[in-house]
């Protein structure tokens, strides 16, 4: 049996409630989730579901209730060394340039200025961004910045990829472009990657695997899906392609309830 790459057991996750700190509020309660080593699989599920949570706890930035996590069969002890982190927010340093953000992550594990200088000069021409080295955040637009961020993520060559709803701010035409870049680029080394998305075409599209979570509280696995599309796709051709559009159906089937039901959560909140 492959060993995951990361395996996240039985986690469930229990807060104070933010209007009552006596009562506890469980995000996730007993989830399993496995990821194969090069293994492409994304998570879906209603809005404030726990999506956001699990990907924390498999980063080590948060610490279960209760339940197990594992790196490659080792467990996690602190921050997952082994994994890169794309956050759904710029992460970026807004007084370093493009390429001061993108060395950034070897500076700080003491590679030499001007080897990191070079690394990072070659990953900003992996992500089309060549001759833009010397702007700074606000000077980019926002796919730009998304294209720094993928590198500041992949320059350190992490053998897990976290990704939290990672275009979800970008237009329909920068999204697929940066889509299909993410699938060339993992392509070429073929990480696993663990893609948190409310996209359920960008799921279907992108991944080896699609997992869908009930509505909150008490979040957990309840559909799981083999993407049989072929490789390499385009993520906007591929979805004519009659076996996504069933895909689709079946997954939707599954989701939907879940959907509507977190909805109807959000109004009685309000």
Known sequence: ??????????????????????????????TTL?????????????????????????????????GTVSVFDEPLDGINRRAGYMFQADALM?????????????????????????KADEWLKRVGL?????????QLSGGMRKRVAMAQTLILD???????????????????????????????????VLFITHDLDEAIAMSD???VLSAGPGTHPIGEFTIDLPRPRDVAEIR?????????????SV?????????QQQLTAV
């Open 1 to 30: 049996m492959t060993v995951a790459a990361l395996a996240l057991e039985n986690i469930t996750c229990t807060f104070a409630a933010r209007d009552n700190r006596t009562q506890r509020y469980t995000a996730v309660k007993d």
């Open 34 to 66: 496995r990821i194969a080593p090069g293994e492409f699989v994304s998570v879906v599920g209603p809005t404030g579901c726990g999506k956001s949570t699990l990907l924390n706890v498999g980063a080590g930035l948060l610490l279960p209730s209760s």
């Open 94 to 118: 807004p007084w370093r340039s493009a390429i001061d953000n993108v060395m950034a992550g070897l500076a700080f594990h003491g590679v030499a200025t001007a080897e990191a200088r070079v």
């Open 130 to 138: 060549g001759g833009f080295g010397d702007r700074y955040p606000h």
């Open 158 to 192: 992490p053998d897990i990829i976290l990704m939290d709803e990672p275009f979800s701010a970008l237009d329909i035409q920068t999204r697929q472009l940066m889509e299909n870049e993410l699938l060339d680029l993992w392509a070429a080394k073929r990480k696993a």
């Open 209 to 211: 695997r699609v997992v």
């Open 240 to 252: 004519a392609h009659p076996r996504f559009v069933e895909l689709h159906a079946q997954i939707w």
């Open 255 to 263: 989701l939907r309830d879940e959907v509507l039901e977190g909805y």
